[in-house]
């Protein structure tokens, strides 16, 4: 069993950076593919970038060379770390582990509470 918390969030002027951070409960975070989706209001939940058990990455192109996941096996926590924020970043950001990097939330077996990222312009 797998508890994540998720924390950074807040309000960030555009063009701007911030990093958030999830930290995972337990005693097997290595094992597992971690991943951010993002949620704007009134909008499907959406996939964002994913690391895997080796350190491999895949993003969502709309954040390709402005967003850099990676993580910390030794303190258990996933990093995400957001620069040339515009409004559009604007998102309730969740973590997600799992056993595969996939872009389908459903792929995922435990989710953090989501911290809210505000972009003003």
């Known amino acids: 069993q797998v508890q994540l918390v998720e924390s950074g969030g807040g309000l960030v002027q555009a063009g701007g950076s911030t990093r958030l951070s999830c930290a995972a409960s337990?005693?097997?975070?290595?094992?597992?593919?971690m991943a951010w989706f993002r949620q704007a209001p009134g909008k499907e939940r959406r996939f964002v970038a994913g690391?895997?058990?080796?350190?491999?990455?895949y993003y969502a192109d709309s954040v390709k060379g402005r967003f850099t996941i990676s993580r910390d096996n030794a303190k258990n926590t996933v990093y995400l770390q957001m620069n040339s924020l515009n409004p559009q970043d604007t998102a309730i950001y969740y973590c997600?582990?799992?056993?595969?990097?996939?872009?389908?939330?459903?792929?995922?077996?435990?989710w953090g509470q989501g911290t809210q990222v505000t972009v003003s312009s």
């Open positions: 997600a582990a799992g056993g595969f990097i996939v872009t389908i939330g459903g792929g995922y077996a435990y």
């Open positions: 337990g005693r097997t975070f290595s094992s597992y593919a």
């Open positions: 690391i895997n058990q080796n350190g491999g990455t």
